[in-house]
């Protein structure tokens, strides 16, 4: 083979090389596109014109994109119930509703973490806060940390499958495919997952009670009416928030970019509530403390209606500038990868990738193998955005030509693959040594916690998602039977 035939080749092994530089990932894609673009250009297997499509693809493929404004929408709606304190009264509620259960704050923590995935999405913010929440208490409580640190970074992770997921909306532009549909294919292999966690933990805590003392009595209201109350306002609002969102998607009532302005209108109207409407009246968010006491947030009000509508004001700026700045990350990245599978493609990088796959002779089976241990591995080292960028436009096309007949059928290949990308990549946010949950728990956990504790505490929970992953391959109902109910 001509060596000048191989430059898609010696892209990928420049890339991979940049990536760990430290330079910002956006620039990197854009850089080693632009330099292989140059090099095409000298070496006459790329022509200097065709650097002018490029803004075209740019504005038309991501600035004018309608399905990518649900993005930036998911984005704020995720951070607002994170600064709003919406997310802290859930936790609270769940660990006193789950106190009789074996590991029932490391179950609660998992629910938390379901339906964060569910009305969030952002994996950062949900793994941090689930940290400064949920780790301390679980420390107090005497929670094994192995335990306790795989628990809050396992599912704080869930966002990233469970609809309204970021990266199943850039999947499904990459695939030119319907984001309903994508999300409509992820709910239920998010719930197993989910399920596989709590079916660990309490087989885990039964076998062995001393990995998670239960809560102590004297923690929570004390009264059916104080419990009440706690689920009314801490539980039953983010439960309508997700069903305001995901049900108008389901029901066909709205797009996701529709939906997604739901929940962001929704996240502000609860902050809202929550931050000046209720503590105006008098009515404070219970707030568990380490002791077995149960108080009320002491947080100054401020003067009163005024003064809580002003700390609304300046929580909900924060809340504009991290979205702006999340939002200008993931934009970036999108216009460096555009660069970069353009370029790939123009040097006949498709067509090496088809001619090296037929060559070994894999089939089908071989060949989706292969994909999902390359995923799995690049885990390890780069984060879900870089992969799915980088990997989905090269090998998808190359899925939805094999053949799985007797398996699925093949106008479904494409949302079964997704899926089990979408799975795969949860792995990368766990597995050491550039695992960012791992990162993100450790940054914000009290000093007892040690990494070594929190590498092996997220063992049992990679092998759990390894595990939904061979469910969903085997068994592709999994994803596609409610797809194909609700269309039906």
Known sequence: MDLLELLPVFMFIALAVCLFSGFPVAWVLGGVGLAFGIIGILTEQFLFI???????????????????????????????LERSGIAKDLLNCLQVLMRRVPGG???????????????TGIIGASVIMMTLLALPIMIDRDYNHELATGTIAASG?????????????????LLSRSVGNLFVAAVFPGLILAGLYALHIVIRCGLNPSLAPPLRDGIGPQSAGGMIVMVLRSFIPPVILIALVLGSILGGLATPTEAAGVGAFGAVLLGFINLVVLPSIGVREFRLQTEATTELDDRPVGGGFVGELRHFGGILA?????????????????????????????????????SMVNSLGLGSWGLLFLIMGLVFILGFFFDWIEITLIVLPVFAPVIMQMDFTGHVERVDVVYWFAILMAINLQTSFLTPPFGFALFYVKAVAPPTVRIQDIYRGIIPFVILQLTGLALVMAFPEIALWLPRALLN
């Open 318 to 354: 924060n809340v504009v500038d991290r979205t702006a700045q999340t939002n200008a990350m993931i934009f970036g990245i999108f216009i460096g990868a555009t660069m970069f599978s353009y370029i790939f493609r123009a040097l006949g990088g498709d067509d090496l990738v088809i």
């Open 105 to 119: 704050l490391a179950l609660a923590v998992t629910l938390m973490g379901t339906i964060l995935a569910a009305s």
């Open 50 to 80: 065709q650097f002018r499509t490029l803004p075209s693809r740019i504005f038309g493929g991501i600035m004018e994109n309608l399905i990518l404004t649900a993005i930036p929408m998911f984005v704020f709606m995720g951070t607002m």
């Open 157 to 173: 992770t869930l966002g990233i499958l469970i609809p309204p997921s970021i990266m199943l909306v850039i999947m499904a532009d």
